[in-house]
């Protein structure tokens, strides 16, 4: 599959896969997660290339790797341009302003993330030093905010220079079957959060909510909703991948968002690629 170059129109743009290698004493798991013992840059490159995925943004798994992002960093070095690179910080780090100023200067870099975990609050000044330093270096922040929603809104509304971007349909999402009986409870509170033009949505892992088989119809109905609130210029296609590993494949992942009837041609070019270049000022180009 030839890569897509700057000059070709809406290359196709995973918003959040994962790399990583097999647990060994040099880079130590913080912990396993279900799936494969390993999926490394190169099988997540023949993946993309089985189904015509330019590019992905790579998020250094935080579950393994917690604020390590060195194997991101060599999967990029072994295949430049396919990837964004986006690692979590932590915000107990006093230093993390200076933390995030070095990681904006690095080759491949496109943003942090940060886990709401724990009970935080909108003043909690290491996630606003964070969001701050987001903001002067040009990095989207990705938040993983399920069951804390309306605290990403007031850290939204505080840091308003900050691009935000909600992973995972801002929905708890399973790592293996079933799909939560009521996947879409919080839909109500993600869609608040569409009031803050700061706040842009990933809507990765979706498929994973789904009761049903591929292609996933039931999703689609409050896709829909969010998709109206936000705006498709805010809403970001991608799969998780490989925390979806035990749910579907790869390819179920793409072609859900291919041949369904529910989006234009417009629609699908904006959510699966166009949104995240402009958002991320980011696309895959060729090196190889």
């Known amino acids: 599959m030839a890569v897509a170059s700057p000059t070709d129109p809406t290359p196709t743009i995973d918003s959040q896969v994962h790399a990583y290698e097999r647990d060994h004493p040099e880079r130590p798991w913080s912990r396993k997660l279900p799936g494969p013992s390993e999926v490394t840059g190169d ?96 990095l989207p922040v ?28 801002g ?3 399973p790592f293996e079957p079933p799909a939560p009986p009521e996947p879409f409870a919080d839909l109500g509170k993600v869609i608040a959060l569409a009031e803050h033009d700061n706040v842009a949505i990933k809507i990765s892992g979706a498929c994973t909510l789904s009761h049903e088989s591929f292609p996933y119809a039931d999703i689609w109905e409050p896709l ?41 041609d417009p629609e699908r070019a904006a959510l699966m690629g166009g949104s995240l270049a402009r958002i991320y000022n980011w696309s895959p180009t060729v090196t190889r």
Request: glycine share 10%; with cysteine; proline share 5%.
């Open 171 to 173: 929905l708890r999402q």
């Open 43 to 138: 099988d997540m490159v023949a993946a993309m290339d089985a189904v015509g995925v330019d590019g992905a943004l790579l998020v250094s798994p935080w579950t393994i790797y917690r604020f390590d992002a060195s194997y991101a960093l060599e999967v990029y070095a072994r295949h430049p341009g396919r990837f964004g690179l986006i690692k979590p910080f932590d915000p107990r780090v006093e230093t993390v302003s200076d933390e995030i100023a070095e990681w904006a200067a690095t080759p491949g870099v496109v943003g942090a993330r940060i886990m709401l975990m724990g009970d935080p609050t909108a003043d909690d000044p290491g996630l606003n030093r964070i969001l701050a330093a987001g903001a002067r270096h040009g």
């Open 224 to 264: 829909g909703q969010i998709f109206e609130a936000y705006g498709f210029e805010r809403c970001l296609w991608g799969t998780d991948w490989t925390r979806a590993v035990e749910l579907l494949t790869y390819e179920q992942g793409v072609e859900a968002f291919r041949v369904t009837d529910q989006l234009s």
């Open 142 to 169: 990705n938040v993983l905010c399920w069951g804390k929603l309306p605290l990403l809104g007031e850290l939204a509304r505080r840091n308003p220079n900050t691009q935000l971007v909600v992973d995972h349909v």
